[in-house]
């Protein structure tokens, strides 16, 4: 596995990264900090977290921040950290605003219980907003020392090449990092409102501009919330038995994505691996740099995950996985 340099991060980052959703909600895990040990042992020393992710026994920052300051391991960790999400009491009401970049960057700090986070994401974007106005409050925090560097998640290409020309014109940190949904399949249907997904033909000039420009990815849902793991078969999809089954199916469940996911498992026993792994890999030899959020839930996961960067996959290959166009 590389571990790549971010322009403002002092050490190197891991190509995988922890994701966050065993830390919180529906698929938290019981013994988190244990879990963590074992991630950080794997040779992970990234963790991504996000101000709005919490539930009702508490939230996300502080249990990380809690982690990493009993194990003394600040300045061994890369913790990226989102914010101007959407939250209560008003779910619908955008927050991509000037004054909550501060704000939600001192309310996350103050739940870590640290000093400065290395990566700072806006979470969602709203177009309506001058992209001066945003980058220039994330350029001041940037000055104060409170984030280290600082990219966007689930903008567009557009509103990123934006904010690249508003930090260049007024001499501001540049964004360096972008944040979409990336995998092997397609999104049928968008898990949340105000997404960005740069998988399948219809982001096919998305990745050529991220080629171009060598843009780094920090991608999302790398095994389509579980679409891309054995866990789940073809009875099971037509049979959804549980929520996050549900949902599966319908943000990823598409005839041309099962083909897909049935060339990566018959590519995967040729390669003696696995599905995830071949899914994984898939998303770290893109045509750009990119990172795999990949939530692990166990040591062996975590080790499986970072073991997946070392399994080459030929241009070929790839293009089988996506088309199941045979290329000799």
């Known amino acids: 596995m590389e571990y790549r340099d971010i322009p403002g991060i002092k050490i190197p980052m891991s190509q995988v990264i922890q ?6 909600g529906e698929e938290s895990v019981e013994h988190w900090e244990d879990l963590l040990d074992d991630v950080m042992n794997s040779g992970i020393n990234a963790f991504d977290t996000g101000l709005v992710y919490a539930d009702q026994n508490g939230n996300c920052d502080e249990r990380l921040g809690r982690w990493i300051n009993a194990r003394n391991i600040r300045d061994q960790v890369i913790v990226i950290g989102k914010g101007c999400h959407p939250g209560p009491p008003n779910w619908e009401e955008s927050r991509v605003l000037p004054e909550c970049v501060e704000l939600d960057i001192e309310k996350t700090l103050d739940r870590m219980g640290t000093d400065r986070l290395d990566l700072w994401l806006f979470h969602r974007d709203d177009e309506e907003i001058p992209i001066d106005e945003l980058v220039d409050a994330v350029d001041k925090q940037i000055s104060a020392g409170l984030i280290s560097s600082w990219g966007v998640s689930n903008w567009s290409i557009n509103r990123l090449e934006s904010a690249l020309e508003s930090a260049k014109k007024n001499s501001w940190v540049l964004p360096v990092v972008f944040s979409p949904h990336l995998s092997l399949v397609s999104q049928e249907q968008p898990p949340w409102k105000a997404v960005t997904s740069i998988a399948g033909d219809a982001a096919n000039d998305d990745r050529e501009w991220l080629k171009d420009k060598q843009f780094q990815v920090l991608a999302w849902s790398t095994l389509a919330g579980g679409y891309l793991t054995s866990s789940i078969d073809i ?3 037509q049979a959804p038995s549980s929520h996050l089954l549900a949902e599966m199916a319908r943000c990823y469940h598409s005839e041309k994505n099962w083909s897909r996911r049935e060339r990566a ?12 792994q071949i899914a994984v890999s898939w998303v770290l030899h893109a045509d750009f740099p990119t990172y795999a959020l990949c939530a692990s839930r166990n040591k062996t996961e975590a080790s499986h995950n970072v073991a997946s960067a070392e399994i080459y996959l030929s241009a070929s290959e790839r293009i089988w996985l996506e088309s199941g166009e045979i290329i000799e």
């Open 235 to 237: 009875e099971t999809m």
């Open 19 to 24: 994701g966050a959703t065993t830390l919180f």
């Open 265 to 276: 498992i018959e590519l995967a026993i040729k390669k003696d691996c696995t599905l995830e």
